[in-house]
């Protein structure tokens, strides 16, 4: 199938993912949406996110796109395989945390913290995971931080404060897992916090690799010269 990648996230945080994916793929279309109606996603009840995450889905393939890109932790963990299983046979890629490769890294007594939205904490899929890890990795739910980041993501500084607070009690962890996608734009103030002595995970890159393997899997990688690459941007607002 031909046709543009549809990207979807509740607000900017999937901007990263799509940065990402543009970089590794040169020669697609991608189609980004922005629910900014329904953000932040970290806080709602599963029904209402599966409800959202339904919703953008229709939007990306009714508009002719041949995969999509689900650019949102707490999406996933809450909507993947129920829209998998829905559109068959289309490729649906999800953004999970990084948390095997930084497992690989950890050291013997080190621990890493993982930053997740609300309803990914709760999440089942999160704490499988979680689960296979030998209690290496400390989830820290922050309800306020994805919204936080949405409205300042203009001039980030000005959430600092808040973010050094959440690191207060972890002062000695090796690594931190970015579990949403918003939390990309800490990167440098959370390296800051810890004076560059700290590894930082982000699932952006994992899921870039993952959408061009399975569209080489499925033969619908776009062929370079076999149309000039667009990138269309969507949104929706609240009333
Ligand atoms: N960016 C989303 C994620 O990756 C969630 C932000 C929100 O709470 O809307 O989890």
Redesign the pocket.
């Known amino acids: 199938m031909r046709g543009p990648i549809g990207v979807f ?3 900017v ?2 901007l990263n993912v799509l940065k990402k994916c543009v970089e590794l793929l040169p020669d697609e279309s991608f189609i980004y949406l922005a629910d900014k109606a ?6 709602r009840p599963r029904e209402d996110i599966a409800r959202a995450a339904f919703a953008c889905a229709d939007t990306l393939f009714s508009r002719g796109c041949k995969a999509l890109v689900v ?6 963990v809450t909507a993947v395989d129920d829209i998998r299983a829905l559109y068959g046979s289309r490729v649906v890629v999800g ?1 999970e945390p990084a948390v095997r490769p930084c497992i690989k890294q950890l050291g013997k007594r080190g621990y890493a913290v993982a930053l ?2 609300q ?2 904490y709760r999440s089942d899929r999160f704490n499988k995971l979680l689960f296979s890890c030998e209690k290496k990795i400390v989830p820290i739910a922050v309800p306020e931080l ?2 936080l980041i ?1 409205d300042n993501v203009d001039d980030i500084s000005r959430i600092n404060d808040f973010v050094k607070s959440i690191f207060r009690d972890y002062m000695d962890a090796e690594a931190v897992i970015l ?5 990309t734009y800490i990167t440098d103030m959370i390296n800051a916090v810890y004076g560059g002595k700290i590894k930082i995970y982000d699932g952006a890159d994992g899921a870039a690799r993952r959408l061009k393997y399975c569209l080489e899997l499925s033969g619908e990688l776009a062929k370079k010269g076999e149309q000039t690459p667009k990138i269309e941007f969507l949104s929706t607002y609240k009333e």
């Open positions: 996230d509740s607000g945080g999937g329904n953000m932040p996603y970290g806080n650019a949102c932790n707490t999406a996933t953004l997740v939205t309803a990914t994805a919204k949405e579990g949403c996608s918003h939390y």
